[in-house]
């Protein structure tokens, strides 16, 4: 029963081996979560929805199951968190962790549509079983060391998106000016047109709303000339302290690595010795 | 009164603690000026406008005051400015400056709707308060910075804009010259291909000028294959320009976190010699 | 013989003298793979089609015919290749190949249309002989180093591509949520509002299916500020990985082209001191 | 005469002073040639050419005067230019240069329509005043050093542009099997499917031709995601190019600056010396 704990709380809660690859049973999950987010997706599109509503039920049930099963594990192997609370405290500090409840949140809207016929609030729940897509959140490691570089280059960050949203503004007051009285839906205030001007310094492009005054094209041609290389800066910014992020992290990694080895050589020392030792006890004649 | 002058200039003018945030006054400003352009932007729109007239009303009156609060304020400190000139001629000198003159303006645009009725003039003046955001020149000081830095690679920046702008034109008289006849609204003459050419190579692509002949596609084909590159290089030239200003204003205000430390250090050193002074001065009998 | 097999070897499976450039023959049917790509390409287009029927006819009789010659040269060649086997054995090997599978349907394709008149079996047929830049698969080698430094950043790619994931889905959600029931056929289901975030994110923006609800846009503005930055990430990381693999072929190349250099020298020195030893034994009385 | 000519040589055909910058006359030229340029595409433009045709005739006289003058003085102060051969020698060949070809042809184009009253012809002519932006051709020096720079990564840019190529082609085979028989007019033909695979990776995205099958939008959504990366590799490597390129004008213009420098200081050397040693000569008692 303990080794089983203790397994189940290897393969869930460390989650990854010590070279960094994730535990045959996580990877698992990490593949059930996938289909499940796929399949909630795909139910929402009618067509689909109407042609295959018994293989998706079923879909759904299988999902629900396992998420289930994965969330009674979970609260089992919870005992064996680190911390000297007792094992019923950690398992009630799981299931009130934002990711406990998440978990209890998916296996709830997965598993309710079996027993709710009420189409309304069926559908309301069947959304809900997008959100299967924040049990990646134990995964978010990773994403809080993206979040903590970013933080680090936050000046910088403040200084471009300030001039970016600077231009966007003026962008769309000019535009506004130009040709708010000629396309009142699309430029006739300040709101309406940032949206243009979002659209077009983000290269969108739709081209549901475009300048057709000659002003109003030579004004927007400036912000788009213009605009671009600033509205691009938050991008670098962002991307420079994400490639700085992954560098440390594969540098960290290869520290716990090395140390990890140096620990398993330590042991592998201490067996020798050991053996030695017992080799020399058997065999006292032959020193 | 000395000390409040001095208090207020320091969160005014000097705007920023020795560890480069904000001073407490300055941030409230900072927020009172987002929020007054936010209800400036916002009251273009008609159906706000019409349905928020009086909360609009209201929110100008007291973004109106603060400033007009701040504006006296600034005129009360700016005796505090360095120079050798009497406190009144310092005052004046702020009142003449660039952004005296805007807190002027932006004073006088948000509360003169209370007091004019004329609608036709109202408009205009709303407008106005759009201009708020230049109060955003006190900041201005790491935009300096990012243009001076811009300016060292001046030479680069004329030599890739030179070849965009051939480039640019190069496609518009290509497209003039197959479309021109066909669809003569967006291809007619070499400025109206000019917008084609610019939407295009700036990769926003609105799609309310595109070719619609064989030879046309294959011309703007070849345009925006081979023009990207060439229209993207004065964005990165700009955007590595700003990356070292960055890191040059980072490495500038380490080194005056550290003087501005050393300086406390010796302070300390100094205090605690006097104590020890005082304290052997108080006790002649320890020594 | 010998001497033109091992020759035709040289030019076809080698592919590439020392220096990196390629051999003559290789030269030629790298141009003749272009121009019989461009003539699939074109002839797929009923204009030409139908105009050009018969010079279309002969080029693909000409094109055939070198494939062929090149296809029968290679196996009469691949008797050179390296490895204990004998001379049919590896002439079998070549034949069932990947590549020489390609080869042998690409003539097959293009020889065809010559025997059969059937113009639907036609028409396959003749897109078929697209694939005729898989001969370039020859060339893989580059290919493969950059798919070998794509994967050396493998953790980098999966953490920025699953949030690209996250965000296009995130995006589709919510225009799903707010302009769902507006436009049914853009935003009806989640999977057709994938098609506008995954357009909008990539800022492709065609303009087939954007928000027009106020909600909606606020929110498509948020997506596309925020997200253009997440899904830019793989593209910088996949070209960093590329520029790093191709400075690491041509250091490699260098190596290769010194090595090659060397050799030569040494074999000169060889001939040298042979010249010289013979210079020597024929004037014994010189020493 | 001969200092004029001399004046005139520096000023025309150095163009830069030691420090870079251009010389004045240059400077007015290049000023004129823009003007000539925008003037000449403003023609172009029925509704301006109506309303201000005289001054448009006079501005034409005014720039064609001008280069008729530049014209001569520059065979004048070809004499000037290195070599060995005789002042007339050197004329000729300056007149029968590219360049030289270029700046009497913009002379013709400019003042013809002084002469010449037949509209047809006239239209034509005025077109070919675009080509005055080929008297920039004399600034291409730094053209030709980026040029230089892209040829030195040659290899990487085929591999990365034949792998666009194939991306490319392999959308618009997929768009073309997908979208083909429902959308003709778009998708009917490789060739035509292609215009639409290369507006979406460069994400330029006009939406003249867009996917509406379910299946066109998968592959479509995987061309976009995936490609984009390839199509944006060769700006890269043009880019980084570039600023190499960038970077060794820039130290290379430091080296002459500095030679310069210590031409003019052994100068000075030479003239104190010689002063000293007149007036040693002057003055021999104080010796």
Known sequence: MKRLRKYLHHQLFDGAEYDGRLTTLNRFLVLVIILAVITAVLSTEPRLHDNWHNQLLIAEAVFGTIFLV????????AADQPGPESAWRKRWRFIRSPLGLI???????????????????????RLLRVIAIMKFGRFSKAVMEVWG???????????????????LLSGATALYLTEGHIQPEEFGSIPRALWWSIITLTTVGYGD????????????SMVAL???????MP???????????????????LEEMKAHLERLDK??????????????ANNPRHD
């Open 70 to 77: 994965e969330y009674v594990a979970r609260i089992f192997a």
């Open 103 to 125: 978990d209890l949140a998916v296996v709830v809207a997965s598993l309710m549509p079996l027993f709710v016929s009420n189409s309304a609030v069926l559908r309301t729940i």
């Open 149 to 167: 570089a970013v933080k680090e280059r936050g000046d910088d960050l403040i200084v471009t998106m300030a001039l970016a949203c600077v231009l």
């Open 209 to 220: 709303a475009a300048p057709i005054t000659v002003l109003g094209k030579v004004f927007a």
């Open 226 to 232: 213009s605009g671009i290389a600033l509205v691009a």
């Open 235 to 253: 991008t670098g910014i962002i991307a420079a302290a994400f490639s700085e992020a992954m560098q440390r992290r594969r540098d960290q990694r």
């Open 267 to 280: 042991v592998d020392d201490a067996v020798e010795a050991k053996i030695a030792a017992l080799e020399r």
